[in-house]
């Protein structure tokens, strides 16, 4: 089995990121790591939004 590690940001409504990346790349066979960078509350075409930049060394210790 292939090993993907996807790392972008996620949200939490709708499909952006790694909310779209991980469905079709499972479909494919792939085990996915998936590492945020960001975490969104939607789409940023909304008129409001929330998004947390997640800190570097976060990121590095999840990897």
């Known amino acids: ?3 993907v590690t996807s ?3 996620q949200v939490v409504h709708g499909h ?11 479909a494919k066979g792939a085990e996915v790591v998936a590492v ?8 940023p075409h909304y008129p409001t939004m ?5 800190e570097a060394e976060l990121v590095a210790e999840l990897l």
């Open 7 to 9: 790392i972008q940001s």
């Open 16 to 26: 952006l990121g790694d909310s779209a990346a991980i469905y079709p790349l499972r």
């Open 50 to 54: 929330r998004v947390r930049v997640l």
């Open 1 to 3: 089995m292939t090993r």
């Open 36 to 43: 945020p960078t960001a975490l969104l509350s939607n789409h």
